[in-house]
């Protein structure tokens, strides 16, 4: 089973932060949070990861609480094309290849 | 683009069928990745070869067979399958094997009928 919990869905007006939160109360010491999205028809594609401290790219900004126990992916400004399911995924090296997928968030924008 | 092909990209197939899906992927990868994605069920990790060994096999059943001739390219051969298995099938690629991010393909849609 996944060892995280999302919403399974959120709706937010274009142009507008998306803030999409994720728990993961039993997350261990050495396990990365991880973020995908996957588009209508399309494969998962990778957005960020973070270990303890907040962490920002191209595409969007991770918050990690000082507990560990939840965070929240940011796109800053979303538009039409950011709607997807959005992946919240915890693992570290000691778990081989495998990264334990949920159901996940499906994010829909809207004009 | 990913870097990861797949083709087809959509295949439909007789029980009695043989098919054989490819991923190819162009980012100097050494492992690659077959996961299954059902309706209404999350990614399931198939198989994981790494410098083309095979190191991952999740009880999966023998009518799925993996083959990663060199580190570009997977193979899942496909015999007498069963109308259950039809799922997107995506191949994914990550630099080395483990937790490090997973590159994927669009996806082979398969019907089994």
């Known amino acids: 089973d996944a060892k995280t919990t999302q919403p399974p869905s959120m709706d937010c007006a274009e142009g507008r932060a998306a803030n999409l939160p994720c728990n993961h109360s039993t997350i261990s010491g050495n396990e990365y949070v991880y973020w995908y999205r996957q588009i209508h028809s399309q494969g998962p594609q990778y957005i960020i990861h973070g270990l303890k401290n907040n962490e920002t790219n191209e595409m969007a900004s991770l918050i990690i609480t000082e507990d560990r126990k939840s965070s929240t992916l940011i796109l800053p400004h979303a538009t039409l094309r950011d709607t997807a399911v959005y992946y919240c995924?915890?693992?570290?090296?000691?778990?081989?290849?495998?990264?334990?997928w949920g159901a996940g968030t499906k994010l829909i924008i809207k004009p | 683009e990913t870097g990861v092909t797949q083709t087809p990209r959509h295949l439909v197939m007789g029980m009695t069928n043989k098919k054989s899906l490819k991923c190819e992927q162009h980012?100097?990868?050494?492992?690659m990745y077959w996961y299954k994605q059902s309706a209404k069920k999350p990614l399931e990790l198939m198989f994981v070869y790494s410098l083309e060994e095979r190191v991952e096999n999740n009880s999966v059943p023998s009518r799925f067979s993996p083959e990663c001739p060199n580190s570009s390219h997977l193979f899942l051969h496909l015999h007498t399958l069963q109308p259950e298995d039809s799922a997107l099938y995506l191949c994914?690629?990550?630099?080395?094997?483990?937790?490090?991010?997973?590159?994927f393909g669009s996806g082979t849609q398969l019907s089994v009928l």
């Open positions: 980012l100097g990868h050494n492992a």
């Open positions: 994914a690629s990550s630099h080395r094997q483990g937790w490090e991010k997973l590159f």
């Open positions: 995924i915890v693992s570290s090296p000691d778990s081989n290849y495998q990264l334990i």
